[in-house]
């Protein structure tokens, strides 16, 4: 492992904290059943943790972001970053023989990089080919790897360990490194950043109707966080 990706985890955590509550906040569909939580004491205080850390840090500076970039300035952001990912997605529906998937990401990457000005639009989906899922811990699952116990990563947020393996590998393969093989830490940490940023800037209310709402609140997401996977 390269000294330039083991520098980039700690600064890189606290925003992959934010991207995990978001899409946990997605979720609206009531699970069938609940994770294994033999942890929960631990994973409770860690939770506190990350809680802690989203209020004092992270929304703070996505609240600024929303307030101070334009709307269109976001959404041509959003769309650049995301299809930053698609190559890593590729490598993923490949590993898991989905090779319609696998069909359709690369063509994504094709349209939207080079019609699509570098991704800023999203041309790709009008065409018909919609955005395709795929990590390493999905991949995982597809291989029959169960999910295991439910884990709440200090940083990182709610995971299993199954999934925490895959966050693991995935973080080594970070979105601009798998297009250009570039290992800039200041790069990778910029893109990043701004992609944890955004998505909690999209997502503020959303979670604050959660967290105001919920008996539990680390009930709640834990629920969320096993519904989406």
Same mark, same amino acid.
């Given at each position: &492992?390269?000294?330039?990706?083991?520098?980039?985890?700690?600064?890189?955590?606290? *925003?992959? *904290?934010? +991207?995990?509550?978001?899409?946990?906040?997605?979720?609206?569909?009531?699970?069938?059943?609940?994770?294994? /939580?033999p942890?929960?004491?631990?994973?409770?205080?860690?939770?506190?943790?990350?809680?802690?850390?989203?209020?004092a840090?992270?929304?703070?500076?996505?609240?600024?972001?929303?307030?101070?970039?334009?709307?269109?300035?976001? /959404?041509?952001?959003?769309?650049?970053?995301?299809n930053?990912?698609?190559?890593?997605?590729?490598?993923?529906? +490949?590993?898991?023989?989905?090779?319609?998937?696998?069909?359709?990401?690369? @063509?994504?990457?094709?349209?939207?990089?080079?019609?699509?000005?570098?991704? &800023?639009?999203?041309?790709?989906?009008?065409?018909?080919? #919609?955005?395709?899922?795929?990590?390493?811990?999905?991949?995982?699952?597809?291989?029959? +790897?169960? /999910?295991?116990?439910?884990?709440?990563?200090?940083?990182?947020?709610?995971?299993?360990?199954?999934d925490?393996?895959?966050?693991?590998?995935?973080?080594?393969? #970070? #979105?601009?490194?798998?297009?250009?093989?570039?290992?800039?830490?200041?790069?990778?940490?910029? +893109?990043?950043?701004?992609?944890?940023?955004?998505?909690?800037?999209?997502?503020?209310?959303? *979670?604050?109707?959660?967290?105001?709402? @919920?008996?539990?609140?680390?009930?709640? &997401?834990?629920?969320?966080?096993?519904?989406?996977?």
């Amino acid at each position: &492992m390269k000294a330039s990706h083991l520098r980039c985890l700690p600064s890189i955590a606290a *925003l992959l *904290l934010c +991207v995990t509550l978001v899409g946990c906040a997605t979720i609206s569909r009531p699970i069938d059943r609940e994770a294994d /939580d033999p942890l929960e004491s631990a994973n409770r205080k860690v939770f506190d943790t990350n809680t802690a850390l989203d209020d004092a840090i992270i929304k703070p500076i996505a609240e600024s972001y929303r307030r101070i970039v334009p709307e269109f300035a976001r /959404d041509r952001i959003r769309a650049a970053i995301d299809n930053l990912a698609e190559p890593r997605i590729f490598g993923n529906d +490949v590993l898991q023989r989905r090779p319609d998937a696998a069909g359709i990401t690369f @063509a994504r990457f094709f349209i939207n990089t080079i019609v699509g000005l570098a991704g &800023m639009f999203d041309l790709a989906t009008k065409q018909g080919f #919609p955005k395709q899922s795929g990590d390493f811990g999905q991949t995982l699952h597809t291989w029959g +790897v169960d /999910d295991g116990p439910y884990l709440v990563l200090l940083f990182f947020g709610p995971s299993n360990v199954r999934d925490a393996f895959g966050l693991g590998v995935d973080l080594f393969t #970070p #979105p601009f490194l798998a297009v250009t093989g570039h290992t800039g830490t200041a790069t990778n940490l910029t +893109v990043g950043a701004v992609d944890g940023i955004d998505l909690r800037a999209r997502n503020i209310e959303t *979670l604050d109707e959660i967290k105001a709402s @919920a008996l539990d609140y680390y009930a709640q &997401m834990k629920s969320l966080t096993q519904q989406r996977r």
